[in-house]
């Protein structure tokens, strides 16, 4: 079991940036894809980005353009690059490692880091 600590979410404005940030507690090297979810109240949690281990991504679309996902497997750590941030944006972000760019989820859910995009 590999364990998730995602950092970085915080109150910004519209049009403002952050960079979230997810530390595994293993290594990540051997999982082909690495997921950002969003979840915010009484929705269902939805796929934002994700990155293989081939350098590929994937983005849902109303992100394309403005966020960016890279790993670094030496650093067990997954990035989320956030530009542009929308009121629409404001969820609780959440990583995790995948079987594929779009699915099969691994592991439990860590607690996630709330962002909330609001002027």
């Known amino acids: 079991q590999v364990q998730f600590v995602e950092s970085g979410g915080g109150l910004v404005q519209p049009g403002g940036s952050l960079r979230l940030s997810c530390v595994a507690s293993g290594s990540i090297s051997g999982f082909y894809a690495m997921h950002w979810y969003r979840q915010d109240l009484g929705k269902q949690r939805e796929l934002v980005a994700a990155a293989s281990l081939l350098a590929t991504t994937h983005y849902t679309d109303s992100v394309k353009g403005r966020f960016t996902i890279s790993r670094d497997n030496t650093k067990k750590t997954v990035y989320l690059q956030m530009n542009n941030l929308k009121p629409e944006d404001t969820a609780v972000y959440y990583c995790?490692?995948?079987?594929?760019?779009?699915?099969?989820?691994?592991?439990?859910w860590g607690q996630g880091t709330q962002v909330t995009v609001s002027s």
């Open positions: 995790n490692a995948a079987k594929t760019l779009t699915g099969g989820s691994l592991f439990d």
